[in-house]
C-alpha cells in the first residue's frame, strides 16, 4: 500500500525513459571504472613491484588515470542530466497540482487549510524531486555496486568474501525497523510543517488585525509552540537517522578490522597474495560509502513516499462540479431562474442553511435578496453559480437544471460581484480583463463609468498601476467598484451581486444606483441587499428568513404586509436612501 504512492509519478518519469537508461547505463560504467582500479593495484603490487620492474607500473599508472578521467566526465554530464530532468518531473507534477487545485470544489477549499496546500505544493515535491532526481537512480547504482563488490570480494578469495556479505543480514534487518520508525517521524513532520505555514500565512494576510488588537504576542507564542514541536520532532528523526548510520559505519569498520587480520592469517598460511589482500581491504574501504549511502537514500525514499502520499491526497479528491460526457452546452441564456425546493448543508456545516427554497427570476427582471445577516443571502448566491451543488432540490437556468450545464458555459453566463471584493496582485486591467479576458478597451472603459470607478483615473500609473497585496492599497469602496465593474464587464446575461454597495456612502451609492440601472434592464440579476436604498433597484423582492423565502412582491407591498422584513429595512426614514441620513446595515442592531 505504501509503495504505492511514489510509485504513481511513473507517468511523470516516463517520458524521459531514454535519458533514464542513460544515465543508469553511465552510472555502471563509472563504477565499473572505478572498482577496477583497486584491480590494478593488485596487479601492480604482485607483479612490477613484487618483481622489482618499475618501468612496467607505467602502463597500468595511465590506465589507472585514463579510468579516473573517464568516471569523472560520466559523472558530470550524468549529474547536469539528472539536476534537469527532476527539476523538470518536480515542475510538471506542481503545474498538474494547481490545475487540479483550481479545479476542485469551493468545498474542498473549505475543508483544507492554505498552509497544507501551499507545502504539499513546495516542500513535498521538493522532496519527491531529489529522490526521483537522485536518490531513485542511486538506490539502483549503489545496490548494483554493492553487489558487484560482494562478487569480486567472494572471487578473490571466497570465505573472506563470504564473511563480508554475510553483514548484509544485520543491515537489511536493521534498514527495515528503521523505515517502519522512520515513516512515523516523516508523515509528523510534514503536517507539522504545513500547519505551520498556515500560521504564517494568517499572521501575514491578518497581521492588521493582530497589531490593531494587540494580539501579536499570543500569535506569535501560537507560532512558538508550533515550531517548536517541529523542532522536536525534526531532532528525534535525526536522532534515530544518526543511530542507524552509526550501526551502517561500524559493521563494515569492524569487518575491515576482522578481515585484516584473518587476511594477514591467510596470506602467510599462502591462501591468497598480498596483492589480493589489498584488493579485498580496498573493497571493503569502497563498500562504507555505498552503505551509508545506502542509509541516507532509504531515508530520502521514506521522505519521498510519505510527500507523494500527500500529493495524492490532493491529486485523489475528484471535483463533484465537473462535466461529464452528457453536460450540455449553453450558448446564450435567455436568463430564466428557478430555485425549487433547494436545501443546502455547507460539507463542514452542522445543519441545513436553506431548507426548501423556492424562487423564480424571470428573464431581464432585478431580484432583491432580502434578510436577516447570517440567513443563507450569499448561500443562494453561490449556489446560482454553482459553486456549491443543492443538497437536495435543484436549481434551473432556462429550465435545464444548472448540474446538466457544462461548468465553462454555465459560468460564461455569469457575472459575479462577491462580499469580499477579493483584488488580485496585478494592474487595475488586468483585474478587470479576469471578468473577461477578451474585453475591449471600450468594454473597460463602459464597465468602469458602469460602476463609477473613474478615481482609477487618478492613480499613478491609471488603468496600468498594480493593487492588490503586491501593490497599491485601494480603500473598500474602490475595491467594491473595481469588483463591480470586474462583474459587468462580460455583460453576463446572469448578474449576481452580493451586497455590492455597502460600502459606499450614500452620496456615491446614488450616483451607482443610478449608472448601474441600465445595466440591469439588460440582464437577469439577483442582487443581495442591506439597505432600503438598493432595494430601490429591483423590481421584485424576495425576503428570505429560516432558510426559506417566506414572502415576495414589491418593496412597498411587503413593506405593507410583512412586520419582520418592515423591521429589517425599517431604520432608513427615506425609501430611496439617497439623501437622508446614512442608511444602517441590518445587524448594526434595529
Ligand atoms: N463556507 C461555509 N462553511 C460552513 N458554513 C458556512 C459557510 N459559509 C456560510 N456558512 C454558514 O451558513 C449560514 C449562512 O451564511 P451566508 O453567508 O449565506 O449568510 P448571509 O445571509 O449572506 O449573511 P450576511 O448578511 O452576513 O452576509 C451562516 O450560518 C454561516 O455560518
Ligand atoms: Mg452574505
Known sequence: ???????????????????????????????????????????????????????????????????AVFEASLTFTRRIMMARLSTTIEANIRTDLYAHLQKLDIGFHDQWQSGQLLSRATTDLGIIRRFAGFGAIFLVILTAEVLVIFGLLLTLHFWLGLLVVSISVPILTLSRRFERQYFTYVRRIQDLQGDLTTTIEEGARGIRVLKAFGRGP???????????????????????????????TAIPDITLAVILLLGALVVGSGGLSVGGLVAMVTYVLILVWPIEALAWILALAEEAETSAGRVWEVFDTEPVIADDENSLHLDVAEGHVRLEGVSFRYPTGDREVLDGVDLVIEPGQTLALVGATGSGKTTIATLLARLYDPTAGRITLDGTDVRDLSVESLRRQIGFAFEEPTLFSASVKENLLMGHPGATDADVDWALDAAQASFVESLPWGLDTRIGEQGLSLSGGQRQRLALARAIISRPR?????????????????????????????????????????????????????????????????????????????????????????????????
Open 1 to 67: 500500500m505504501r509503495d504505492r504512492a511514489l510509485w504513481r509519478i511513473r507517468p511523470y518519469i516516463r517520458p524521459f525513459r531514454k535519458h533514464i537508461v542513460f544515465v543508469v547505463v553511465s552510472a555502471i560504467l563509472s563504477i565499473s571504472a572505478s572498482l577496477m582500479i583497486p584491480l590494478i593495484a593488485k596487479t601492480v603490487i604482485d607483479g612490477p613491484i613484487t618483481d622489482g620492474d618499475n618501468g612496467a607500473v607505467v602502463p597500468w599508472f595511465l590506465l589507472a588515470v585514463g579510468l
Open 218 to 248: 499570543r500569535a506569535f507564542e501560537q507560532f512558538d509552540e508550533q515550531a517548536t514541536e517541529l523542532f522536536n520532532t525534526h531532532i528525534s528523526r535525526i536522532r534515530l537517522h544518526t543511530r542507524f548510520v552509526w550501526l551502517l
Open 494 to 590: 446572469l448578474l449576481i451581486l452580493d451586497d455590492p454597495l455597502s460600502a459606499l456612502d450614500v452620496h456615491t451609492e446614488a450616483k451607482v444606483e443610478q449608472a448601474i440601472r441600465p445595466v440591469l434592464r439588460e440582464c437577469t440579476s439577483l442582487i443581495v441587499v442591506h439597505r432600503a436604498s438598493t432595494v430601490a433597484l429591483a423590481d421584485r423582492v424576495a425576503f428570505l428568513d429560516g432558510g426559506k423565502i417566506v414572502d415576495t412582491g414589491t418593496h412597498h407591498d411587503l413593506l405593507e404586509r410583512n412586520a419582520a422584513y418592515k423591521a429589517i429595512l425599517s431604520q432608513t426614514p427615506d425609501e430611496s436612501g439617497a439623501q437622508g441620513s446614512k442608511a444602517t446595515r441590518v445587524g448594526d442592531g434595529a
